[in-house]
């Protein structure tokens, strides 16, 4: 049963933009935090934007001023605006969703920004 659908990743070339989208399905209730990971080849996963209920976000000091998370409650979707892409923010990027209950993780997109 697939819970997290994403989408949006893809090739782009240094300075470009992106947006990610990863919709919930319906039988996951109680969201509370949306948000996006990511990790890169022999790196560990970090965090790069999450996002409350009531819409406050939070960014990782690597992508603040660049990337923009946004969620639509109604739709169970978290977005994720990419601009002014580095070849640094290449990576495979997971939507992660939170209830009371437990932890969701989608299959993960790669985003890669190279010349």
């Known amino acids: 049963q697939v819970q997290l659908v994403e989408s949006g990743g893809g090739l782009v070339q240094p300075g470009g933009s992106l947006r990610l989208s990863c919709a919930a399905s319906a039988s996951i209730r109680g969201i509370n935090v949306m948000g996006w990971y990511r990790q890169a080849p022999g790196k560990q996963r970090e965090l790069v934007a999450r996002?409350?209920?009531?819409?406050?976000?939070s960014y990782t000091d690597s992508v603040k001023g660049r990337f923009t998370i946004s969620r639509d409650n109604a739709k169970n979707t978290v977005y994720l605006q990419m601009n002014s892409l580095k070849p640094e923010d290449t990576a495979v990027y997971y939507c992660?969703?939170?209830?009371?209950?437990?932890?969701?993780w989608g299959q993960g997109t790669q985003v890669t920004v190279s010349s």
């Open positions: 992660h969703v939170q209830n009371a209950y437990t932890t969701y």
């Open positions: 996002i409350t209920t009531g819409r406050t976000p």
